[in-house]
């Protein structure tokens, strides 16, 4: 048998190679927030809008049903949304139980319906 054996596929790189060769090939991508002032300049938003179901999760363990986790992500869902709209969670909830909507979703609740006319 031989002492040394051949292993397959590409050899393997470090981390910080990784990255430079990320960078340089994704470069528009990274450095989008500079020339867009919309554009963000993380992925946190993302992460911070998961945080709160994998919270959810870890106390729990799991839902009971489906329904349960349905309903549960609409909530977050829509608390989530008010606050991107400078809406706090208790003036959300309040409308919410009110049965009216929020200003930034009536405006937009208008709007679609002046341009389906």
């Given at each position: 048998m031989?002492?040394?054996s051949k292993k397959r596929g590409?050899?393997?790189?470090s981390k910080s190679r990784n990255l430079l060769e990320?960078?340089?090939d994704y470069e528009g991508d990274v450095l989008r927030f500079m020339e867009n002032p919309l554009a963000?300049?993380?992925?946190?938003?993302g992460e911070r809008d998961l945080r709160m179901a994998k919270v959810q999760q870890k106390i729990s363990g799991c839902f009971r049903s489906t329904k349960g986790a349905d309903i549960y992500s609409r909530i977050r869902s829509y608390l989530s949304t008010c606050?991107?709209?400078q809406v706090g969670?208790?003036?959300a909830l309040e409308c919410l139980f009110a049965g009216i909507w929020?200003?930034?979703i009536q405006q937009a609740?208008?709007?679609?319906?002046?341009?389906?006319e």
């Open positions: 031989q002492e040394e590409r050899q393997a790189r990320r960078l340089r963000p300049y993380t992925n946190n938003q606050q991107k709209h969670i208790g003036e929020p200003d930034f609740l208008n709007n679609s319906e002046l341009s389906a």
